[in-house]
């Protein structure tokens, strides 16, 4: 079975700073990987996602993801974090022919002036 | 595109209430899917609707929860007897085809507070 793991919980940033959050994910096939972002009271929206070939994926929000299958890894960055950018982010995976994705429990970014 | 629809945002209710939950999916989404989301336990599944028929209901935590998927544009979540470790924010979601590789829509959600 899939599963995902988000080592960090909470990450605080400045404002400007780059950003870099983890994502390692074990599946034994090509895994289908995704980032969704949580603001305050909000559903999830689905930041950038990875099926196959170029393992750098540009996202929305001015987000990119890198796809590194030697690390199991697939890490988010941005890099240049605005105020708005403060909220839960949670990497999920999925694979062709199952319903599923799993989430990982998610990281909780703050930002500060 | 109105994206996928809940209601009611908030509720709160007695414990031992019925709770209907409410989702209308993105039309032409063939698949939807409810989560349970906690502090404690994080996202959960709990249960997966394809063309309008439930095929995954192992992640329903008791008999007090059940699901219905009455035609492509409604589904509902029902609650009875409510208690307070119901307490949670649920979320519906919607995807074009049973497929992973397609990702999800979520709805905006609904908290529920069960007292």
């Known amino acids: 079975a899939q599963s995902v793991t988000q080592p960090d919980i909470h990450i605080t940033v400045s404002e400007g700073a780059s950003l870099e959050l983890r994502c390692n994910y074990s599946?034994?096939?090509?895994?289908?990987l995704f980032w969704y972002v949580q603001s305050p009271g909000q559903g999830l929206q689905l930041l950038l996602k990875?099926?196959?070939?170029?393992?750098l994926v540009q996202g929305i929000k001015g987000f990119e993801a890198e796809f590194k299958r030697s690390q199991s890894s697939f890490n988010l960055r941005k890099p240049s974090v605005h105020w708005s950018d403060a909220a839960e982010y949670f990497c999920?995976?999925?694979?062709?022919?199952?319903?599923?994705?799993?989430f990982g429990a998610g990281t909780t970014v703050t930002v500060r002036a | 595109d109105a994206g996928v629809i809940q209601s009611p945002r908030h509720e709160v209710t007695e414990m031992g209430q019925e709770v209907t939950l409410r989702c209308k999916p993105i039309?032409?989404?063939?698949?939807l899917f409810w989560y349970r989301q906690t502090m404690m336990r994080g996202l959960e599944l709990l249960i997966y609707?394809?063309?309008?028929?439930?095929?995954?209901d192992s992640g329903m935590p008791e008999d007090r929860f059940s699901a219905k998927m009455p035609n492509a544009s409604f589904s509902t979540l029902k609650i009875q007897p409510s208690e307070p470790r119901d307490s949670a924010v649920y979320f519906c979601?919607?995807?074009?085809?049973?497929?992973?590789?397609?990702?999800?829509?979520f709805g905006s959600g609904t908290r529920l507070t069960v007292v």
């Open positions: 979601a919607s995807s074009p085809t049973g497929q992973g590789i397609n990702g999800y829509t």
């Open positions: 599946y034994g096939a090509t895994p289908y």
């Open positions: 990875y099926f196959s070939g170029d393992t």
């Open positions: 999920a995976v999925g694979a062709f022919g199952d319903y599923k994705l799993s």
């Open positions: 039309s032409g989404h063939n698949s």
């Open positions: 609707f394809n063309n309008n028929v439930p095929i995954d």
